[in-house]
């Protein structure tokens, strides 16, 4: 009963903090707007949240809601609390990731930490650029990243993958490319005796059984990401953490049992050549915890599923379009370098089309000064800020043009960051071109008859956040037309 009289006292309490940070957020905005900042529109406490969602259901991301403000050098919005700009050109960009700015004023401070950060919060991707051995951890990830190596695994398992296709149904390139891209990192990262591993895995029905490991962590890291993109989950961050649905529990559950099992793994010896090898022995040298080096690896298993599995599916959307036959045939008849020239230009224009995320979102860290073109930003500590790829992509327009980034282009390529840039930026770009490239190389040289099924379904977009699928017809099936679809039988499922 005694207790129950600070009860008022208490609601008090946490309704004037809620108020002086809600009045915050209106007179921060209020700043931006006067230095000619455009809002996209925004609610009281949800942000553009709504919006959002309706993005979000028809398979396109959140960055797709800032896309409409040419004039604009910022687009700003309101998340949780804080202010997000968002640079919407390519001056704005520079300012904020050349080095020398990027370095100094911004650094990460990113809502994914309560997404599939939970899986590996000491991992670079959360941490700030001043963290102790930052640079050398990043230096000792790319040091793993053979590119020769990642050319042998990933063309290998392309090949083994396309020619086991059954021909009799149309193909669910959506589990074939997820399978792909998870058996090229398993095998890259860990080596093949440690992807033979299992761990514990509870499914969406509540179910426990032992799988694959790197099934395991590629599910729970899908399943994170979706998870914290939930509405309330995107209105207040930390609410992707609390253990209050029963997906939240199933999720966290699969991340100790996942981390339990590297903690057990890291002791043993590193698989020869693998990036696991590279990395514990770089860190090891460095001192750095085992937790930290587990976070790390477990940071670079998972970096290159998602984002090449669409890069994957967005290329072959757009390659094996009717219109774009001349590319499909082009690959197909292609030799030696030509030919790969060719694969990545198709690859590099279906970035540009449909990037799989967006950058990872920096913090302000100290107030300061850019210049636009003359037009001065005063961007405040606390404000969040990132360039947003799809806004610099769209100004180029809708249509497929790969020469764009054929060699002969050279100097006039559109300005693109599917990769990011600066300091922050993917230091496993070549990883996932090369995956991209071996795959769809091999797909439509193997299949030049491939013919996509489901041309008709609404709203097909390839992102991380995407369910939009990709049935494709190979052999005589290809040649028979209609959508196929009722020859298709239920589509495989995962755990
Ligand atoms: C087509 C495939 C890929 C795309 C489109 C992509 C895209 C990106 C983007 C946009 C970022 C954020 C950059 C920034 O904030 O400025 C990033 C970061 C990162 N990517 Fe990738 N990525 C891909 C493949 C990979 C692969 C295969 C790996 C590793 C095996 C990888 C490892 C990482 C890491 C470790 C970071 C964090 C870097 C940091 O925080 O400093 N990525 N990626």
Redesign the pocket.
């Known amino acids: 009963m005694g207790l129950l009289r600070y009860v008022p006292a208490a609601a008090g309490a946490v309704s004037l903090a809620f108020t002086a940070k809600a009045a915050r957020t209106v007179r921060e905005r209020r700043y931006y707007e006067k230095q000619g900042v455009t809002f996209s529109r925004t609610y009281p406490i949800i942000g553009s949240e709504t919006d959002i969602s309706g993005l979000i259901g028809r398979n396109k991301t959140r960055d797709y809601l800032y896309l409409d403000h040419p004039a604009t050098d910022f687009v700003g919005s309101i998340r949780g609390f804080d202010i997000q700009l968002y640079a919407v050109n390519r001056q704005a960009t520079e300012t904020l990731t050349s080095p020398a700015v990027t370095g100094k004023y911004i650094d990460?401070d990113t809502p994914a930490l309560y997404s599939f950060g939970q899986l590996s919060p000491s991992a670079?991707?959360f941490q700030k650029i001043t963290t102790e051995n930052f640079g050398d951890r990043?230096r000792n990830?790319g040091k793993g990243?053979d590119q020769e190596r990642i050319d042998e695994v990933s063309a290998r398992r392309a090949a083994g993958m396309c020619a086991a296709f059954d021909p009799r149904a149309p193909l669910d390139m959506k589990t074939i490319a997820g399978d792909y891209t998870r058996e090229v990192?398993g095998e890259f990262v860990w080596g093949q005796d440690a992807m033979r591993l299992t761990v514990s895995y509870k499914d969406g029905r509540g179910d426990v059984s032992q799988v694959p490991f790197m099934l395991a962590l590629n599910e729970t890291f899908t399943g994170l990401r979706f998870y914290s993109n939930r509405f309330w989950n995107r209105v207040h961050f930390p609410a992707a953490t609390w253990p209050v649905t029963r997906e939240a529990r199933r999720l966290q559950y699969n991340i100790r049992a996942l981390q339990e099992h590297l903690a057990g793994l890291l002791k043993d010896v590193p698989g020869a050549g693998t990036v696991w090898e590279q990395v514990a022995t770089g860190n090891g040298k460095l001192g750095v915890p085992l937790e930290i080096t587990r976070d790390d690896l477990l940071?670079?298993s998972i970096?290159?599923l998602d984002?090449?599995q669409n890069?994957v599916l967005a290329t072959l959307w757009y390659v094996l379009q009717p219109e774009n036959a001349k590319w499909r045939e082009a690959i197909a008849g292609g030799t030696g370098d030509r030919k790969d020239e060719l694969v990545e230009a198709c690859v590099s224009e279906s970035?540009r089309l449909s990037?799989?995320?967006?950058?990872?979102n920096n913090k302000i860290v100290e107030d300061f000064d850019v210049d636009v073109e003359g037009r001065r930003y005063l961007l405040r500590k606390g404000t969040r800020v990132m360039p947003n790829i799809h806004a610099l992509h769209a100004r180029y327009g809708d249509a497929f043009l790969p020469e764009r980034f054929l060699p002969e282009a050279k100097g006039s390529e559109p300005y693109v960051l599917?990769?990011?840039?600066?300091r922050?930026?993917?230091?496993?770009?070549n990883?996932?071109?090369v995956?991209?490239k071996n795959f769809v190389s091999r797909f439509v040289t193997e299949h030049p008859e491939a013919r996509i099924t489901n041309l008709a379904d609404k709203d097909i977009h390839f992102n991380n956040l995407s369910h939009s699928q990709l049935l494709i017809a190979i052999g005589p099936a290809a040649a028979q037309g209609g959508d196929g679809v009722a020859s298709c039988p239920v589509l495989p499922t995962r755990p």
Not at 355 to 360: K, L, Q
């Open positions: 990460r670079m991707t990043k990830l990243f990192m940071t670079a970096a290159g984002t090449v890069t970035l990037p799989p995320g967006s950058v990872i599917p990769f990011g840039k600066g922050r930026s993917c230091p496993g770009r990883l996932g071109m995956m991209a």
